[in-house]
């Protein structure tokens, strides 16, 4: 490998990337516009209609092969869709593109992750996530592989140390030079052993629409094989009759919108959320921020914004005596000079005290997140910067209300203090000795002998936009929780400056056992001096109570909370680690967005919901009255034209118009549940009202062409009474979409009678449709009545006894 100071050279860098040494990415998701034209074109239920239309075409029914053309729009929408929202990420992805800094030709350069090439020398500083196996060669950094062990130990790295791809790092800075890249790293090969395995982690609707499906797929075949031998070789009816029986009873059954609904839906989200900026890592995480009733925020960066300025450097007494102040202002800027830390703390410092780098740094610790604490080791002392709580411990009391009083105006306080060895033992050097130089603190200060010197106070801008959106999150009944690595008073006066309600419930996270984080996360809104752990187990309590939690966050100290969240969000301007470890990302790091994500997932799911609803209906109907024809060997009373009609007017045209309809309505209770039980009253009047006109007709004599014309217009009258049940409240927009649908199917019903099988309405199937049409009122009055105390029942039981709001169904004739 060639010289690690000065890197690759460019000639060299550009021959291994040819030789297929390059740090290829493996893509964790996305499709190819040919397997999405696959996914669309070549599926099961398309594989069923296929057959159907070419029995249809042999039994010479050629007007019940009007199902084809919606089936192809189908699949030409859900392939047009699937690759407009593919081609919107890959745009948005190549903007977001990670980078990091290597070195070639001797300088620093910004590569992409995908151009580094085996031998690669790359910079690392906090935040970077390591994108392939590396060896540290220059420096010392501390390195966090929770995301890859589980365990939220920092681990420290000096030359010669391995560095795995997946872990990122905490603090420091090194040279390291890559060592196995692309598929070979460790994150490719765990991510090749994930791709093969099932994926368990697809949100409820999902799963739940995947049931409904399943179970389709299963029945339809030995139904549709006992209808066609009961109507052929027990009725005696022809091929040519008993084959447009039994596919009208198929097509019924076949919920093969379902699906089509669910990409479409989802795929406009994709296309809508791109364009505000926001990429999705993961698409369930539309539905489940649909879902959440809790928020755990960052204060930097999320609430405020992300900049960081010093606001002032005051000595320890709370004065500013001149000369005093300008010698340890230029030991500050000697300390910032040594510490590798890159994060925006270490910037506003940088801009308030230039490095001057006029004495000379013998050792250093970086800051770590889990102790608040960075040390310098100088050849004339030993210097802490980090918060006042953890540095000077034991004198904390003595300058507490000055702290208090610079925290209570929101603004964030850092100590520097000198630094005299500890109580365990350790050398305490005389503080007026010539040489204080002693070995540099790496842990807990219990005991250590500390005197505080500056304190330094710094300030975030709050986020212009952060009142209302916070506003936003009370009108829709989600918590917000604020969890800080900042004093809790600080951080509750800058979440009463944003709006957030409760602010002034706050509490010293550092003063909390685990057994008490419980309890907390019921009492308290904000949480200061938060560990990366505790951040962790502050939402696995959250999720314990039955919340559903979204974690944001841009740092790499809320990566291990981001990851047990039910969804995680990511500031695009924060670290790698961070974006990377993210289901949602936002593009602009615009905290301002959440609202139109969670907007957007309620759309989805509430709209889904609904039109599920009506597929269900025309579904459950189909089979309990394909079963009542086979038990009571009875011809099928439907066509597949007017199957076709119904569906078209009942479900297709008004659920398309539905689920673009805003719907900021709280998600609750179980998807599968919800649907089936609000698609039982209507499926059950249908069922009911059409197998007691088939009697009817059979013991009376009627038509058998008046019973199937009778059975359509009951089962669109039907269809439209539970249109207006699921649209309640009815407004504008609602009223137009039923009432259009209701014209256009008395149009189709009129102009295209012979293309939907309507070619005769005698006055017998006039009063048959009439009486029985009144008869379906109280039915289906009574039954929505029975089945909305159900859902209640159900729904609180899988609850576990919480009581789910209830949404009172009005019922609309």
């Given at each position: 490998?060639?010289?690690?100071s000065?890197?690759?050279?460019?000639?060299?860098?550009?021959?291994?990337l040819?030789?297929?040494?390059?740090?290829?990415?493996?893509?964790?998701?996305?499709?190819?516009?040919?397997e999405?034209?696959?996914?669309?074109?070549?599926?099961?239920?398309?594989?069923?209609f296929?057959i159907?239309?070419?029995?249809?075409?042999?039994?010479?029914?050629?007007?019940?092969?009007?199902?084809?053309?919606?089936?192809?729009?189908?699949?030409?929408?859900?392939?047009?869709?699937?690759?407009?929202?593919?081609?919107?990420?890959?745009?948005?992805?190549?903007?977001?593109?990670?980078?990091v800094?290597?070195?070639?030709?001797?300088?620093?350069?910004?590569?992409?992750?995908?151009?580094?090439?085996?031998?690669?020398?790359?910079?690392?500083?906090?935040?970077?996530?390591?994108?392939?196996?590396?060896?540290?060669?220059?420096?010392?950094?501390?390195?966090?592989?929770a995301?890859?062990?589980?365990?939220?130990?920092?681990?420290?790295?000096?030359?010669?140390?391995?560095?795995?791809s997946?872990?990122f790092v905490?603090?420091?800075?090194?040279?390291?030079?890559?060592?196995?890249?692309g598929?070979?790293?460790?994150?490719?090969?765990?991510?090749?052993?994930?791709?093969?395995?099932?994926?368990?982690?697809?949100?409820?609707?999902?799963?739940?629409?995947?049931?409904i499906?399943a179970?389709?797929?299963?029945?339809?075949?030995?139904?549709?094989?006992?209808?066609?031998?009961?109507?052929?070789?027990?009725?005696?009816?022809?091929?040519?009759?008993?084959?447009?029986?039994?596919?009208?009873?198929?097509?019924g059954?076949?919920p093969?919108?379902?699906?089509?609904?669910?990409?479409?839906?989802?795929?406009?989200?994709?296309?809508?959320?791109?364009?505000?900026k926001?990429?999705?890592?993961?698409?369930?995480?539309i539905?489940?921020?649909?879902?959440?009733?809790?928020?755990?925020v960052?204060?930097?960066?999320?609430?405020t914004?992300?900049?960081?300025?010093?606001?002032?450097?005051?000595?320890?007494?709370?004065?500013?005596?001149?000369?005093?102040?300008?010698?340890?202002?230029?030991l500050?800027?000697?300390?910032?000079?040594?510490?590798?830390?890159?994060n925006?703390?270490?910037?506003?410092?940088?801009?308030?005290?230039?490095?001057r780098n006029?004495?000379?740094?013998l050792?250093?610790?970086p800051?770590?997140?889990?102790?608040?604490?960075?040390?310098?080791?100088?050849?004339?002392?030993?210097y802490?910067?980090?918060?006042?709580?953890?540095?000077?411990?034991?004198?904390?009391?003595?300058?507490?209300?000055?702290?208090?009083?610079?925290?209570?105006?929101?603004?964030?306080?850092?100590?520097?203090?000198?630094?005299?060895?500890?109580?365990?033992?350790?050398?305490?050097?005389?503080?007026n000795?010539?040489?204080?130089?002693?070995?540099?603190?790496?842990g807990?200060?219990?005991?250590?002998?500390?005197?505080?010197?500056?304190?330094?106070?710094?300030?975030?801008?709050?986020?212009?936009?952060?009142?209302?959106?916070?506003?936003y999150?009370?009108?829709?009944?989600?918590?917000?929780?604020?969890?800080?690595?900042?004093?809790?008073?600080?951080?509750?006066?800058?979440?009463?400056?944003?709006?957030?309600?409760?602010?002034?419930?706050?509490?010293?996270?550092?003063?909390?056992?685990?057994?008490?984080?419980?309890?907390?996360?019921?009492?308290?809104t904000?949480?200061?001096?938060?560990?990366?752990?505790?951040?962790?187990?502050i939402?696995?309590?959250?999720?314990?109570?039955?919340?559903?939690?979204?974690?944001?966050?841009?740092?790499?100290?809320?990566?291990?909370?981001?990851?047990?969240?039910?969804?995680?969000?990511?500031?695009?301007?924060?670290?790698?680690?961070?974006?990377?470890?993210?289901?949602v990302?936002?593009?602009?790091?615009d905290?301002?967005?959440?609202?139109?994500?969670?907007?957007?997932?309620?759309?989805?799911?509430?709209?889904?919901?609904?039109?599920?609803?009506?597929?269900?209906?025309?579904?459950?109907?189909?089979?309990?009255?394909?079963?009542?024809?086979?038990?009571?060997v009875?011809?099928?009373?439907?066509?597949?034209?007017?199957?076709?009609?119904?569906?078209?007017?009942?479900?297709?045209?008004?659920?398309f118009?539905l689920?673009?309809?805003?719907?900021?309505?709280r998600?609750?209770?179980?998807?599968l549940?919800?649907?089936?039980?609000?698609?039982?009253?209507?499926?059950?009047?249908?069922f009911?009202?059409?197998?007691?006109?088939?009697?009817?007709?059979?013991?009376?004599?009627?038509?058998?062409?008046?019973?199937?014309?009778?059975?359509?217009?009951l089962?669109?009258?039907?269809?439209?009474?539970?249109?207006?049940?699921?649209?309640?409240?009815?407004?504008?927009?609602?009223?137009?979409?039923?009432?259009?649908?209701?014209?256009?199917?008395?149009?189709?019903?009129?102009v295209?009678?012979?293309?939907?099988?309507?070619?005769?309405?005698?006055?017998?199937?006039?009063?048959?449709?009439v009486?029985f049409?009144?008869?379906?009122?109280?039915?289906?009055?009574?039954?929505?009545?029975?089945?909305?105390?159900?859902?209640?029942?159900?729904?609180?039981?899988?609850?576990?006894?919480?009581?789910i709001?209830?949404?009172?169904?009005?019922?609309?004739?």
């Amino acid at each position: 490998m060639d010289n690690t100071s000065t890197g690759l050279s460019s000639v060299r860098a550009a021959e291994l990337l040819q030789q297929g040494k390059g740090n290829t990415q493996i893509e964790s998701i996305g499709k190819t516009n040919r397997e999405i034209i696959r996914e669309n074109i070549f599926t099961y239920f398309n594989l069923i209609f296929f057959i159907m239309a070419i029995l249809l075409v042999i039994s010479g029914a050629w007007n019940s092969l009007t199902f084809l053309p919606v089936i192809v729009c189908n699949a030409l929408i859900g392939i047009f869709q699937g690759i407009k929202a593919k081609n919107i990420l890959d745009r948005l992805k190549v903007l977001h593109q990670t980078t990091v800094t290597a070195v070639r030709d001797g300088e620093e350069t910004i590569v992409h992750v995908d151009k580094l090439v085996l031998g690669d020398v790359i910079v690392l500083t906090a935040g970077s996530q390591i994108c392939a196996d590396a060896v540290v060669v220059e420096g010392e950094i501390s390195v966090n592989e929770a995301l890859l062990t589980g365990e939220a130990d920092e681990i420290n790295k000096k030359p010669g140390d391995e560095l795995m791809s997946g872990s990122f790092v905490v603090s420091g800075r090194c040279l390291a030079q890559l060592t196995r890249v692309g598929q070979d790293s460790y994150i490719s090969k765990l991510m090749l052993k994930a791709k093969k395995m099932p994926s368990s982690e697809q949100s409820e609707m999902v799963k739940s629409i995947n049931k409904i499906v399943a179970f389709a797929g299963l029945i339809i075949i030995p139904v549709g094989i006992l209808l066609f031998v009961q109507s052929f070789y027990i009725q005696g009816n022809s091929f040519a009759e008993s084959v447009p029986s039994m596919v009208a009873a198929l097509i019924g059954m076949i919920p093969e919108g379902l699906y089509l609904l669910l990409s479409i839906t989802l795929g406009l989200s994709t296309i809508r959320l791109a364009k505000q900026k926001v990429m999705l890592h993961d698409m369930r995480s539309i539905e489940t921020l649909a879902r959440v009733d809790t928020i755990c925020v960052d204060k930097t960066g999320t609430i405020t914004d992300n900049s960081m300025l010093v606001a002032d450097a005051v000595l320890s007494d709370g004065s500013k005596e001149p000369e005093a102040l300008d010698y340890y202002v230029n030991l500050i800027a000697d300390y910032i000079g040594c510490v590798p830390d890159d994060n925006i703390t270490m910037h506003a410092l940088e801009d308030y005290f230039p490095i001057r780098n006029s004495r000379t740094c013998l050792s250093f610790h970086p800051f770590s997140s889990k102790y608040k604490y960075s040390g310098v080791q100088f050849k004339d002392g030993t210097y802490l910067m980090g918060a006042p709580e953890f540095i000077i411990q034991d004198e904390y009391a003595n300058y507490k209300e000055l702290i208090d009083s610079y925290a209570q105006i929101g603004l964030r306080v850092l100590c520097f203090a000198s630094y005299f060895g500890g109580a365990d033992g350790s050398e305490v050097v005389d503080e007026n000795a010539e040489n204080l130089s002693i070995e540099l603190p790496n842990g807990v200060l219990n005991g250590a002998k500390t005197r505080p010197l500056v304190f330094i106070l710094l300030q975030n801008p709050i986020r212009e936009n952060a009142p209302a959106t916070f506003a936003y999150f009370k009108k829709q009944g989600v918590d917000v929780k604020v969890i800080s690595g900042d004093n809790p008073m600080t951080v509750s006066n800058v979440a009463f400056n944003a709006g957030i309600e409760n602010s002034d419930k706050y509490v010293d996270a550092s003063t909390l056992d685990d057994a008490d984080i419980p309890d907390a996360v019921r009492t308290y809104t904000v949480f200061g001096r938060v560990s990366p752990e505790q951040k962790q187990k502050i939402v696995k309590a959250l999720k314990k109570d039955g919340h559903t939690v979204a974690m944001t966050g841009d740092g790499v100290n809320d990566i291990l909370a981001m990851k047990d969240a039910d969804c995680s969000v990511a500031m695009a301007a924060g670290s790698d680690a961070a974006v990377q470890a993210a289901q949602v990302v936002l593009m602009d790091s615009d905290f301002a967005n959440m609202p139109k994500i969670v907007a957007e997932g309620r759309r989805n799911i509430n709209n889904i919901e609904r039109t599920a609803t009506l597929f269900l209906v025309k579904n459950i109907f189909s089979l309990f009255l394909a079963l009542f024809s086979i038990i009571n060997v009875l011809t099928y009373p439907l066509q597949p034209s007017q199957i076709t009609m119904v569906s078209l007017f009942n479900i297709g045209i008004p659920g398309f118009f539905l689920a673009m309809e805003p719907n900021n309505r709280r998600i609750e209770g179980h998807f599968l549940i919800k649907v089936l039980l609000k698609a039982m009253p209507a499926a059950l009047t249908d069922f009911l009202a059409i197998a007691a006109l088939v009697v009817f007709g059979n013991t009376f004599g009627v038509d058998q062409t008046d019973v199937s014309v009778a059975s359509t217009f009951l089962l669109a009258i039907v269809g439209f009474i539970i249109l207006a049940n699921i649209c309640y409240p009815l407004n504008a927009y609602r009223l137009r979409v039923i009432g259009g649908c209701i014209l256009g199917m008395i149009v189709a019903a009129i102009v295209f009678n012979d293309l939907f099988s309507i070619s005769h309405v005698s006055m017998k199937c006039a009063m048959l449709f009439v009486l029985f049409a009144i008869a379906t009122e109280p039915f289906m009055r009574y039954l929505t009545m029975f089945f909305t105390f159900v859902e209640s029942k159900v729904q609180t039981n899988f609850t576990g006894g919480k009581k789910i709001t209830s949404h009172k169904r009005n019922f609309v004739v």
